[in-house]
Protein backbone atom coordinates (compact mmCIF):
# COMPACT_ATOMS: atom_id res chain seq x y z
CA UNK A 1 0.00 0.00 0.00
CA UNK A 2 1.59 2.94 -0.97
CA UNK A 3 1.79 6.77 1.37
CA UNK A 4 -1.48 8.03 0.05
CA UNK A 5 -3.55 4.83 0.16
CA UNK A 6 -2.34 4.12 3.65
CA UNK A 7 -3.49 7.81 4.83
CA UNK A 8 -6.33 7.59 3.17
CA UNK A 9 -7.69 4.34 4.83
CA UNK A 10 -6.84 6.34 7.96
CA UNK A 11 -8.90 8.73 7.37
CA UNK A 12 -12.19 6.98 6.25
CA UNK A 13 -11.23 5.17 9.53
CA UNK A 14 -11.31 8.27 11.48
CA UNK A 15 -14.37 10.50 9.77
CA UNK A 16 -16.47 9.56 13.09
CA UNK A 17 -14.12 10.84 15.38
CA UNK A 18 -13.39 14.18 13.04
CA UNK A 19 -17.61 15.04 12.77
CA UNK A 20 -17.76 14.97 16.52
CA UNK A 21 -14.78 17.10 16.91
CA UNK A 22 -15.67 19.33 14.39
CA UNK A 23 -19.40 20.06 15.61
CA UNK A 24 -17.45 20.60 19.00
CA UNK A 25 -15.88 22.69 17.60
CA UNK A 26 -18.35 24.73 15.26
CA UNK A 27 -21.52 23.42 17.43
CA UNK A 28 -23.25 24.22 14.33
CA UNK A 29 -24.45 20.69 12.90
CA UNK A 30 -25.70 22.45 9.65
CA UNK A 31 -21.61 23.55 9.08
CA UNK A 32 -20.14 19.97 9.92
CA UNK A 33 -20.95 18.44 6.50
CA UNK A 34 -18.92 20.83 4.45
CA UNK A 35 -16.24 21.60 7.43
CA UNK A 36 -15.24 17.91 7.34
CA UNK A 37 -15.16 18.02 3.39
CA UNK A 38 -12.83 20.99 3.69
CA UNK A 39 -10.36 19.04 6.25
CA UNK A 40 -10.55 15.61 4.37
CA UNK A 41 -9.62 17.72 0.85
CA UNK A 42 -6.60 19.08 3.05
CA UNK A 43 -5.53 16.36 4.81
CA UNK A 44 -5.31 14.31 1.51
CA UNK A 45 -3.72 17.79 -0.57
CA UNK A 46 -0.98 17.45 2.75
CA UNK A 47 -0.80 13.57 3.28
CA UNK A 48 2.59 13.78 2.82
CA UNK A 49 3.20 16.20 5.88
CA UNK A 50 2.00 13.34 7.86
CA UNK A 51 4.39 11.60 10.11
CA UNK A 52 3.94 7.97 10.22
CA UNK A 53 5.59 7.50 13.35
CA UNK A 54 2.83 9.14 15.44
CA UNK A 55 -0.77 8.71 15.52
CA UNK A 56 -3.18 9.61 13.12
CA UNK A 57 -6.12 10.96 14.61
CA UNK A 58 -4.36 13.27 16.99
CA UNK A 59 -3.02 15.15 13.82
CA UNK A 60 -6.20 14.89 11.91
CA UNK A 61 -7.90 16.98 15.00
CA UNK A 62 -5.44 19.11 14.85
CA UNK A 63 -5.71 20.09 11.26
CA UNK A 64 -9.75 20.31 11.67
CA UNK A 65 -9.21 22.65 14.75
CA UNK A 66 -6.60 25.18 12.70
CA UNK A 67 -9.21 24.49 9.53
CA UNK A 68 -12.68 25.74 12.00
CA UNK A 69 -10.43 28.58 13.17
CA UNK A 70 -9.34 30.01 10.18
CA UNK A 71 -12.95 29.82 8.88
CA UNK A 72 -14.00 31.15 11.98
CA UNK A 73 -11.70 34.62 11.06
CA UNK A 74 -12.93 34.68 7.47
CA UNK A 75 -16.41 34.38 8.93
CA UNK A 76 -16.18 37.25 11.39
CA UNK A 77 -14.69 39.33 8.79
CA UNK A 78 -17.68 39.25 6.40
CA UNK A 79 -19.74 39.62 9.64
CA UNK A 80 -21.34 36.11 10.29
CA UNK A 81 -20.88 34.71 13.24
CA UNK A 82 -19.49 31.10 14.24
CA UNK A 83 -18.79 29.61 17.33
CA UNK A 84 -15.53 27.98 18.28
CA UNK A 85 -15.61 26.60 20.91
CA UNK A 86 -11.96 25.31 21.70
CA UNK A 87 -12.42 23.72 25.67
CA UNK A 88 -15.23 21.55 24.68
CA UNK A 89 -13.22 20.21 21.42
CA UNK A 90 -9.90 19.84 24.03
CA UNK A 91 -12.56 17.82 26.36
CA UNK A 92 -13.30 15.63 23.53
CA UNK A 93 -9.93 14.85 22.24
CA UNK A 94 -8.96 14.08 26.10
CA UNK A 95 -11.61 11.45 26.31
CA UNK A 96 -10.59 10.48 22.76
CA UNK A 97 -8.02 7.98 24.36
CA UNK A 98 -11.29 5.80 25.38
CA UNK A 99 -12.51 2.68 23.30
CA UNK A 100 -14.06 4.27 19.85
CA UNK A 101 -17.66 2.82 20.95
CA UNK A 102 -17.41 4.70 24.38
CA UNK A 103 -16.96 7.70 22.37
CA UNK A 104 -19.92 7.37 19.98
CA UNK A 105 -21.96 6.13 22.66
CA UNK A 106 -21.08 9.43 24.40
CA UNK A 107 -21.70 11.49 20.86
CA UNK A 108 -25.13 10.11 20.59
CA UNK A 109 -26.33 10.88 23.93
CA UNK A 110 -25.49 14.45 23.68
CA UNK A 111 -28.72 15.39 22.26
CA UNK A 112 -31.33 13.55 23.56
CA UNK A 113 -29.75 14.49 26.87
CA UNK A 114 -29.87 18.62 25.80
CA UNK A 115 -33.19 18.11 25.01
CA UNK A 116 -34.42 16.89 27.93
CA UNK A 117 -32.53 19.86 29.97
CA UNK A 118 -35.34 22.07 31.91
CA UNK A 119 -36.30 25.04 28.88
CA UNK A 120 -34.47 27.59 30.88
CA UNK A 121 -30.82 25.49 31.14
CA UNK A 122 -31.62 24.42 27.53
CA UNK A 123 -31.77 28.04 26.49
CA UNK A 124 -29.14 29.64 28.19
CA UNK A 125 -26.77 26.75 26.58
CA UNK A 126 -27.86 27.80 23.64
CA UNK A 127 -27.84 31.59 24.12
CA UNK A 128 -23.81 30.91 25.17
CA UNK A 129 -22.62 28.20 22.61
CA UNK A 130 -24.78 28.04 19.69
CA UNK A 131 -25.60 32.08 19.34
CA UNK A 132 -22.46 33.20 20.71
CA UNK A 133 -23.36 35.20 23.19
CA UNK A 134 -21.73 36.32 26.19
CA UNK A 135 -22.55 36.14 29.95
CA UNK A 136 -22.44 39.47 29.96
CA UNK A 137 -25.22 39.96 26.96
CA UNK A 138 -27.02 37.04 28.15
CA UNK A 139 -27.30 38.58 31.95
CA UNK A 140 -28.69 41.79 30.15
CA UNK A 141 -31.35 39.55 27.70
CA UNK A 142 -32.65 37.88 30.76
CA UNK A 143 -32.71 40.64 33.23
CA UNK A 144 -30.24 38.50 35.71
CA UNK A 145 -26.93 39.05 37.33
CA UNK A 146 -24.06 37.73 35.40
CA UNK A 147 -22.89 35.69 38.55
CA UNK A 148 -26.45 33.89 37.52
CA UNK A 149 -25.92 33.29 33.97
CA UNK A 150 -22.50 31.47 34.99
CA UNK A 151 -24.44 29.40 37.53
CA UNK A 152 -26.80 28.74 35.30
CA UNK A 153 -24.27 27.24 32.43
CA UNK A 154 -22.57 25.46 35.45
CA UNK A 155 -25.74 23.66 36.22
CA UNK A 156 -26.74 23.01 32.79
CA UNK A 157 -23.48 21.54 32.24
CA UNK A 158 -23.29 19.62 35.09
CA UNK A 159 -26.68 18.11 34.39
CA UNK A 160 -25.91 17.73 30.49
CA UNK A 161 -22.70 15.88 31.54
CA UNK A 162 -24.67 13.66 34.37
CA UNK A 163 -27.63 12.85 31.27
CA UNK A 164 -24.50 11.87 28.95
CA UNK A 165 -22.89 9.71 31.77
CA UNK A 166 -26.11 7.93 32.99
CA UNK A 167 -27.09 7.31 29.06
CA UNK A 168 -23.68 5.81 28.22
CA UNK A 169 -22.37 4.15 31.94
CA UNK A 170 -19.01 5.66 31.85
CA UNK A 171 -17.93 8.28 34.38
CA UNK A 172 -15.89 11.07 34.16
CA UNK A 173 -16.98 12.59 30.79
Not at 3 to 30: C, G, N, W, Y
Not at 73 to 85: A, L, Q, Y
Request: proline residues 3%; neutral net charge.
Amino acid sequence: MDRFEEVSKLLVEAQFELRVHIHALTMDPSLVDDALGRVNAWILAHFAEYDASRPFLPWARAVAWWQMRSEKTDRMREGRFVVFDSELAAKIDAAAETPAEDSRAAALAVMPCLERLPKREREVLRMKYLAGYSAQEISEMKGTSVAAVYSLLARARAMLRTGIEKMTGRKGL
